[in-house]
């Protein structure tokens, strides 16, 4: 299994993830449902290095509207991930 770091994410008007993204990566960008497929297949993971010098991985979680991607750096409900710059 390949890790791919993440450093910027693709959102929608909702701000809902729906890609992800890492400048100068044959692999970016990669598209929500390609990760997923990546991730669920144990093909790659996919990882974010924060500035604070702490890393989370990418999950998949099962939501009320379908599966999406999300970290957990820290003790807050939010998606960490709408926290990287759009890509």
């Known amino acids: 299994m390949a890790e791919r770091q993440v450093t910027r994410t693709g959102k929608d008007a909702n701000g809902d993830i729906t890609r992800l993204c890492n400048h100068g990566e044959t692999w970016s960008p990669r598209s ?3 990760v997923i497929r990546d991730i669920d297949s144990r093909t790659h993971t996919y990882v974010v290095s924060w500035p604070d ?6 999950r998949v979680v099962n939501g009320p509207t379908g599966r999406y991607l999300r970290t957990d750096r820290d003790a807050t409900t ?5 926290d990287l710059p759009d890509c």
């Open 78 to 82: 939010r998606n960490n991930l709408a």
């Open 53 to 58: 010098g702490r890393r989370t991985e990418v």
């Open 32 to 34: 929500k449902s390609d």
